[in-house]
């Protein structure tokens, strides 16, 4: 999404997941029964569309742990499988909330995506722009309701939450000055 907005754990993630459940018809498969149907392709000429893969995984999260399991279980991409166990089992709210925070951020990406295309651009920027100013000028002004998945994902009951787990996305000149941190 950016070299600014980085979610390193969920990068590590989709790594192998884009090796493995996008181009393994067994994994593929799998996750196709996990999400009770057909599942987002994966384009490398797409780049937008790791958000479609990442909010497919967000609208069934709840799955990610079991699916994963039933990877290892039946022996599908054993060392890529591990890897995205360890990734996702370190630290899972973190995981969860990165989900949810570029679920809640995909305008952006599509905005960007749509501003290459070879149409009238203009005609469909200045909206799609403004759309993200005032997400930005929300953000500024901490109001609720803004990034519906992540306060979701903040309202599920939790095990183990790291007290003192903070987020930050610093929009620059976007919306004004950001506002100053205690």
């Not at 390193?8 to 498969?29: C, H, I, R």
């Not at 995205?84 to 909330?97: A, C, G, T």
Request: proline share 5%; glycine share 8%.
């Amino acid at each position: 999404m950016g070299k600014r907005l980085k979610f390193e754990s969920l990068d590590e993630f989709m790594t192998g997941w884009l090796t493995l459940v996008q181009n393994s018809p067994a994994a593929k498969s799998e996750w196709k029964s996990s999400i009770d149907g057909p599942m987002v392709g994966w384009s490398n000429i797409r780049w937008q569309n790791m958000a479609e893969v990442v909010a497919e995984i967000g609208r069934h999260i709840s799955e990610v742990p079991k699916f994963l399991r039933r990877l290892e279980q039946m022996g599908i991409g054993e060392a890529t499988t591990s890897k995205m166990i360890e990734v996702y089992s370190q630290d899972p709210i973190n995981f969860e909330l990165s989900v949810a925070a570029y679920m809640d951020l995909a305008d952006i990406v599509k905005t960007t995506y749509e501003m290459e295309g070879e149409r009238l651009e203009i005609l469909v920027i200045f909206g799609r722009i403004e759309k993200i100013r005032a997400l930005g000028r929300s953000l500024a002004g901490a109001h609720s309701g803004i990034l519906v998945h992540t306060e979701a994902a903040l309202r599920r009951p939790l095990d183990n939450p790291e007290i003192g787990l903070r987020f930050s996305k610093d929009f620059g000149s976007h919306c004004g000055s950001p506002p100053e941190r205690p």
